[in-house]
Each structure stands twice: as C-alpha cells, then as structure tokens.
C-alpha cells in the first residue's frame, strides 16, 4: 500500500490550497487500507463511518430500483465521499462498491468536531465538496424522481388506451362480419310488397327509436322482464331469426305496443324480414356507437395528457380552474386506482373561482400527493380516498384524505425532508414531497399534514391571485 503524502492530497482541486500541516494532520488522523474489487465501502442503510478520499482506483455509486441497478455516478481517485462537516447525513442511501481495487483513506467522524474547531481551511474545503455533491445529486434524484413518476403514469396510461383500442379493433371486425350478413335479408326485405305510407310507418318507429337520446336505463331485473316479454310476442308471430331481436329491441325501447302498430300494418308473412331489417339497423347503430365510445374515450385521454403535461403552452402563471388539473391527474392515475380496489370520493367546491398558478406545477403537486395516498392505501380493506376543495375568503384549500394506518410521529416530523422516504428500496427517491413543498411555496402557498390510524389528511392553501 502507497504511503500517503501531503502532495497527494494537495492533488486534489478542492484542497489544493489548504495548508501542509492541516493535510499531514488529516493524513495522521485517518485510517489508511485497500478494498478488493467488488467490495463494498457501505450499503443502504450502513452507518457512514467518515469521510472517504479515494487516493486510487475506482469506485460506483448506484441504487436498485425496480429490480434494475441504477447507476449514480463513478468515481476515482482524488474524489471525496462519505459524511462531511455540517452534513446531517447519517446513514449511506446507495451501493458504494469498489469496480478496481482502491487505496481508500477514511478520516474518522468522531473527529469531524475537532477539524471543524481547529482547521478552518480544511473544514472549508469539505464544505465546498458538500454543497456541490448535494446540488449535484438533488439535480439527478429530481430527475429520477420525475422519470420515475413518468413510468407510473404511462403504465397507467397504456393500460387506459388498450381497453378502447381493443374494442375498437373488436367492434370492427364485428361490424364487419355483420354487414357482410345483410345481403341475405336484403333480399328477403325487397321481395316485401308494402304501401308507401306503411313504409313511412315502419321507418318512423325505426329512426325515431334510433334517435331517442334518453332512452330508459333499467335494472338488470326490469331489462330481463322485458327481454322475456317481447320474445313470447315474437314466438307467437313465428319469427324464428329472433337471436338478439329481444335484446335490441329492449336497448332502443322498441315495445311490444310498436311492435303491435308494425303487425297491424303490414301482410303476416312480411313481418319477419321487416323486423330483421329493423333489428339489422339496431345492431349496426349499436356497434357504431360502441367504436364511438370507445374512440371518444382515446380522444379524452389524449386531451388530458396535453392539459395534464401543459403542452404547446409557456411555463408562465395563468388563471386556471383547479379542478380540471386534480380531474386529469386522475385520469392519469385511473388505472392504479382502480387495480388497488380504492373507492373514489369527490367533494368539490365549484364557487372557486380560478386560480392564479403554473398548471404543469401544479399538476405534479396532485400527481405526488394522490400516488402517495394510493401507496398508502395498498392493501387497506375498504380503502378510500378523498379529495375536497373548499373556497375560503381569497384562498383555495384542497385536502387529499386516505382512510389508510396513518404515520407515526417520528416519520410526519420528516415527511417534507429531502431525501426522506418510507417506502421501500427502490421505490421513492424521497424528492416527492420536497417538490410538492417547493411548488406549493413557489405559490405562496403553505401544505401541512394531519395523520392519525384511518385518517392522513394533506392540505394544500393557495391563494386565488397568486
């Protein structure tokens, strides 16, 4: 093992300009080893024993997250790691393990309060490897943080686009195969010898049907008495093709007593095609409207992407209604909501006007605070959460409320730290709600937190002309 001198140190950018005898002093002071390749110099969770120089070879910094390895950084000799002076780090957060065997040199903690006392210059020096290694690595955990919230929401997403895109692929191939059916009852249609005013009757009943906008909506009960009563009428007028005749006709309110009114006007064995030929109209009506639906609900979810991501739109505070923000993000968050089996509770106030915030900010703030309610709901029987707002003077309040087992004091005195998470290894960054209370300030608005077992409750004040 190299011996290590003060020229070895002063090698270093950042103590470059301290003193020789402060640099022999941190030099007699420190423990001097070797690690191996593929050693560990700490571990998520291991208490930080001092400040590490790496006098040679290499050493990684990196994290597991869903199940992948997450690469920090890289380091090597000369670079500075560990708890430094004024830190209040006690513990690693990440993997610190040797790629190459490395020369390390550990300056004890247990005497961080004597340098601190005693040499200013070296204090100093660490102070400036400190503040640079915290904005260096707030920058990448932000930005972790996001992509990770980004995963979520496009896992999510896809999952919301499939369902109608699925029916939309199923609903073609079915009309398709229906309409390539028609030319049998067509046939049997034209061979129907009607009065024009009879023609006029039977397409009346039909349209008027297909255009009734308020159709009844019936209970599963009152649809099968129904279903029942007009099949008995269609087997005692030998309509054999009678399928989805009941169903059809039940789904467009085409009764018994319009079915009554077409019999009467029209020849007995012209009954059964004119039906078919109405029912034919109802099914295609029936699976059109189904790929309507189904395109409408991939139109309204893009919409909410672009208001939810703030596309095609400056960065600059606008008047905005709060509720289409906290309503897209649940859009964006429906399927995670759903899967946990939450029941949803909304109790919005509409007399607040709107407010004066950056929408895509905002927009995070109910993203990390509604995730973090369903992560605490995992698993909760009858799991439910709330979202209220409420108008009060020049302020808007919004309560995000889970019915979940409630934090312990010691983890709601730290919930807004940095870096200060309770979920598992590799599932938060612990930026989450820090980014939430730098928004909320950014606002002029305050966010606090009241939690007991059945109830965590966050509450969110903005003022309306922010």
Known sequence: MKTVTVQDLHAIEVLSNVPEDQLQWLIDQSEHYILNEGDFLGKPGDELAGTHFIISGKIELYRIQNNSKLVISEIGKGAITGTLPFSRGKIAIAFVQCTEDAQIMTFPKEKLREMIGSHYELTQALVIVMTSRVREFTELELQNEKMMALGKLSAGLAHELNNPAAAIVRGSV??????????????????????????????????????????????????????????????????????????????????????????????????????????IN?????????????????????????????????????????????????????????????????????????????????????????DNATDALESQKDATLTIRTRHEKEFAKVSIIDNGPGMPPEVKSRIFDPFFTTKAIGKGTGLGLDVVCRIVKQHRGTISVNSEPGKTEFLVCFPING
């Open 282 to 370: 109802f099914t295609t009506e029936r699976m059109v409207a189904d790929i309507q639906e189904a395109s409408k609900r991939i139109a309204d979810l893009i919409g909410s992407v672009k208001t939810f991501t703030h596309m095609d739109r400056g960065s600059n505070k606008e008047y905005v209604d709060i509720h289409s923000g906290i309503r897209n993000t649940l859009i964006m968050m429906n399927y995670k909501i759903k899967k946990a089996g939450i029941s949803l509770i909304e109790e919005f106030d509409e007399t607040i006007p709107p407010i004066n915030a950056m929408v895509g900010e905002l927009n995070q703030v109910w993203t990390n605070l509604i």
């Open 174 to 279: 079915s009309l398709k195969k229906h309409l390539q059916l028609q030319p049998e009852a067509f046939k049997h249609l034209i061979s129907v010898r009607m009065e024009s005013e009879d023609i006029d009757v039977v397409n009346g009943k039909m349209f008027a049907a297909l255009n009734n906008p308020s159709r009844p909506v019936l209970t599963m009960m009152q649809r099968s008495e129904k279903e029942d009563e007009i099949t008995d009428w269609l087997y005692d007028h030998d309509i054999k093709e009678s399928n989805d005749m009941a169903e059809n006709f039940v789904e467009f309110a085409f009764s018994v007593s319009v079915l009554e009114e077409i019999k009467n006007r029209i020849p007995s064995n012209d009954l059964e095609p004119i039906l078919t030929w109405v029912n």
